[in-house]
């Protein structure tokens, strides 16, 4: 197998798991921690995909997705510490209501 193929089934490893992380965790860093397994899995593909064509384009976007990756911990960070005000938790079991 070549080498782009072995980071194509690296890249499904870590979604698959990324994947599960996210439906069967219930703490909230755990959500967040799947979440980037899930952003990282889609760069991997990203890569090896345009490197196996010969093209920039796949690279470039990986940037991109980095950024969002950034943006989406600064944000979550920022919603867990809301939720640690409000309901003194972090358990997502624990805010079930939104109230303002």
């Known amino acids: 197998m070549t080498n782009d193929v072995l980071l194509q089934i690296l890249a499904a490893f870590l979604f698959c798991t990324?994947?599960?992380?996210?439906?069967?965790?219930?703490?909230?860093?755990?959500?967040l921690m799947g979440i980037e397994l899930l952003?990282?899995?889609?760069?991997l593909s990203l890569v090896a995909f345009s490197k196996s064509a010969?093209?920039?384009?796949?690279?470039?976007?990986?940037?991109f997705v980095i950024t969002i990756a950034a943006a989406e911990s600064a944000v979550?960070?920022?919603i867990l510490v809301n939720l640690y005000r409000?309901?003194?938790s972090i358990k997502t079991q624990s805010a079930t209501t939104l109230k303002g």
């Open 39 to 43: 952003l990282n899995a889609a760069n």
């Open 54 to 63: 010969g093209m920039i384009e796949g690279q470039l976007q990986v940037f």
């Open 18 to 31: 990324g994947m599960l992380v996210v439906l069967l965790r219930r703490d909230t860093i755990m959500i």
């Open 86 to 88: 409000n309901f003194g």
């Open 76 to 78: 979550g960070l920022s």
